[in-house]
């Protein structure tokens, strides 16, 4: 069970503030913060033009995504793909209690893992809180 704190309240009570929309699920990645919320709400998230996000964006002062939350282990592959978008990995195994990311390229790799580990260290975090499995990156 992940641990709320005060900051990820205050992210979950100004999307509730200026979209309607509401969650439970809001984290950090590479310097974004992520709202998931349900796949019917995604669009009412965004807004016209985006203007929902732009209005986050500027009373966070940090990039918004907005993403459709996961529904059980068979979404891992899409939720995960839209959490580390741009960046794009090979294939999503998962075996013996982790999940595996096949990375393709070295590149892709490094993206995903980041300088000193810490995208890595991020998304274990995530797929830890989402699925309760561990996370591995080839």
Same mark, same amino acid.
């Given at each position: 069970?992940a641990?709320?704190?005060?900051q990820t309240?205050?992210y979950?009570?100004l999307?509730?503030k200026?979209?309607?929309v509401?969650t439970r699920?809001?984290f ?9 919320v349900?796949?019917? $709400?995604v669009?009412?998230a965004?807004?016209?033009? *985006?203007?929902?996000?732009q209005?986050?964006q500027?009373?966070t002062?940090?990039r918004v995504k907005?993403?459709?939350e996961?529904?059980g282990?068979?979404? *891992?592959?899409r ?5 580390? *978008? ?8 998962i075996k013996?209690g982790e999940?595996?990311?096949t990375?393709?390229s070295? $590149? ?5 893992i ?11 975090k ?5 699925f309760?499995?561990?996370l591995k990156i080839v």
């Open positions: 069970m641990v709320i704190s005060m309240i205050r979950i009570n999307l509730d200026v979209t309607g509401k699920k809001c950090v990645h590479n310097n974004t913060v992520f709202f998931a349900d796949r019917g $709400q669009s009412r965004i807004g016209p033009g *985006a203007v929902n996000i209005k986050i500027n009373g002062g940090k907005i993403v459709e996961a529904n282990i068979e979404n *891992a592959q939720f995960i793909g839209s959490i580390v *978008a741009p960046v794009r990995f090979k294939s999503l195994e013996n999940i595996i990311i990375a393709g070295n $590149q892709n790799k490094a993206s995903l980041g300088r000193n580990r810490r995208r890595f260290e991020e998304l274990k995530i797929v830890q809180d989402y309760n499995l561990d």
